[in-house]
């Protein structure tokens, strides 16, 4: 397949080569038509300092010297010395001095040591003055002139050089940002892939190149296939979820119907026998505490199937009241803090509701939150995985305070969006590997599915960061709409 992005650059880089092209023809026939000027004006430079020469000879030595003097200041000749000595061997005319440039003169230097020997080379004549006398006029090459110009000529052409690559070097970086800017888009597409989410993936623009629309494409299809790939797990473990929860009813239905049962009959023979041994005071308090414990576990068992089945016979109910879950919650807080446990972890419930721009509102008197209604399975998520929570809390985290915290964002209303942040803290010892942790046992592993399952993420933070005691903080949010009662449930994935 024919590439378009090295075609594309080496096109632009190519217009720019021509520009730089014709920039250097265009300023190469400027400086040709300067040296054109300045042979032209050396020759007649040369023709005058002739013509004065041979128009100096009537003249006395002040006079001819003057005129020499004034035309060599006019009209300096271009690469010749010009000396006249009288016939004494006085100098009587001296060539200028050559004018310093501190910027050249090490190259000068640097030319005058490898490429250019001592040259001498000169024309002299005798010119006869009036009475006799003669001068020695000197016409001498200038090499230190000749050496400067083509120095001059050769920093500017190596200026113009310069410059023009730095042109080049950076319209190619122009033209290279320009043709790979997509790429950033692309980079920022792999990056939600990685983090799962295949929405802003699918929303990429057309490229312009066609190898970066092909990378787009093939990440477009990406995202399509992860996102069909997600949306099948989550079936998958609803599924998954729905049979555990199945089990529980399964088990809750068993304890109650057989356990109930022979309880209760325990219970009643019990009460029987205690009437029977009224008058024997060492049988009496035995029987009595027979009974009482089969009072306790009776209790206990009503405990065990509120956990089991939080929802008693409802508990595969298309939608639930925000009410109902607010209920379950405070009695699951309670029965964590209920005299008679081993644990010293104090727990409590924190239920925040919030209008769509963040302000802080009361909560719903119960009226209201019975008429709010939210899908069975995210109610049921959200109290399986504070359960799960405190369980853990209880367990592992040695903490002293925990808190159950619950957020709505919206309008209290049916058909409102809403949204739902969940979190669970403690000030114990916090987790050192959260990762590893949430791969191994089903305690924050489940927290994590059952989060994952209703379209949420669970993030793990420490409480106080840097404390003895980090603690733990996890947090979940869960985005859905407030149901009308009897409406369908939707799926959230």
Same mark, same amino acid.
């Given at each position: ?40 004006? %050396? ?9 004065? /020469? ?24 271009? @690469? ?27 190259? /000068? ?6 490429? +250019? ?13 009036? &009475? ?22 050769? $920093? &500017? ?40 989410? %295949? ?9 312009? $190149? ?9 990440? #477009? ?7 069909? %790939? !997600? ?6 473990? !609803? ?16 304890? @109650?119907?057989?356990?109930g049962q022979r309880l ?22 035995? $029987?009595?505490?027979?009974?009482? !414990? ?17 929802? &008693? ?30 644990? *010293? ?10 209008? +769509? ?33 405190? *369980?853990?809390?209880?367990? @592992? ?17 049916? &058909? ?5 942040d969940w979190s669970a ?47 733990? #903080?996890? +947090?979940?949010?869960?985005c859905s709409v407030w149901? %009308? ?7 959230? *994935?």
């Amino acid at each position: 397949m024919q590439l378009d992005l090295p075609r594309l650059v080496m096109r632009r880089a190519g217009s720019v080569a021509a520009a730089v092209l014709l920039l250097a023809l265009g300023l190469g026939l400027a400086r040709m038509g300067v040296d054109i000027d300045d042979e032209v004006d %050396a020759a007649v430079t040369l023709a005058r300092l002739v013509a004065k /020469l041979t128009a100096a000879a009537p003249l006395d030595d002040e006079a001819a010297l003057g005129e020499l003097r004034k035309l060599l200041a006019d009209h300096p000749p271009r @690469h010749l010395l010009l000396s006249v000595q009288g016939g004494d061997g006085r100098l009587l005319l001296a060539p200028p001095p050559p004018v310093p440039t501190a910027a050249l003169d090490g190259l /000068l230097a640097l030319h005058r040591r490898l490429f +250019s020997a001592p040259d001498a080379r000169h024309v002299s004549w005798d010119l006869l003055r009036p &009475g006799g006398a003669r001068w020695t006029v000197t016409l001498a090459a200038s090499h230190e002139s000749e050496r400067r110009e083509a120095m001059v000529n050769l $920093v &500017g052409t190596l200026a113009l050089l310069l410059a023009c690559i730095a042109g080049l070097l950076l319209a190619m970086r122009w033209n290279l940002r320009r043709a790979l800017a997509p790429l950033d888009r692309l980079l920022a597409a792999i990056g939600d892939i990685e983090g799962r989410d %295949a929405q802003a993936v699918q929303a990429l623009p057309v490229m312009p $190149v066609r190898e970066l629309e092909a990378l787009a494409s093939a990440l #477009r299809h990406l995202g399509r296939a992860l996102d069909a %790939a !997600q949306a099948h797990r989550r079936l998958l473990s !609803q599924q998954v979820l729905t049979l555990q929860e199945d089990e529980r009813a399964r088990l809750a239905r068993e304890l @109650h119907d057989e356990f109930g049962q022979r309880l209760t009959a325990l219970r009643v023979d019990a009460v029987w026998l205690s009437h029977q041994v009224a008058e024997q005071p060492l049988l009496k308090p035995v $029987v009595e505490g027979m009974a009482r !414990q089969c009072a306790l576990v009776q209790q206990d068992i009503r405990s065990l199937l509120s956990r089991l089945q939080p929802f &008693g016979h409802d508990d595969d109910a298309e939608s639930e009241s925000l009410l109902r879950l607010v209920i379950l919650l405070r009695a699951l807080v309670a029965s964590w803090t209920q005299p008679g446990r081993e644990q *010293t972890t104090f727990c409590r419930l924190d239920l925040r509701w919030l209008d +769509s721009d963040g302000q802080p509102m009361a909560w719903p008197n119960d009226d209201v939150a019975e008429d709010l209604r939210l899908a069975g399975t995210l109610v049921l998520t959200i109290y399986r995985i504070s359960q799960e929570a405190l *369980t853990n809390v209880a367990r @592992h985290a040695q903490a002293s305070v925990a808190t159950l915290a619950l957020s709505c964002w919206g309008d209290a209303r049916p &058909g409102a969006p809403l949204r739902i942040d969940w979190s669970a803290s403690d000030d114990g010892v916090g987790l050192t590997d959260a990762k590893a942790v949430s791969q191994r046992g089903n305690g924050i592993a489940g927290i994590q599915e059952r989060v994952w399952a209703q379209g949420g993420e669970l993030r793990f933070e420490p409480l106080q960061p840097g404390g003895a005691s980090p603690g733990l #903080r996890l +947090s979940a949010r869960f985005c859905s709409v407030w149901r %009308a009662p009897g409406a369908p449930q939707e799926s959230l *994935t």
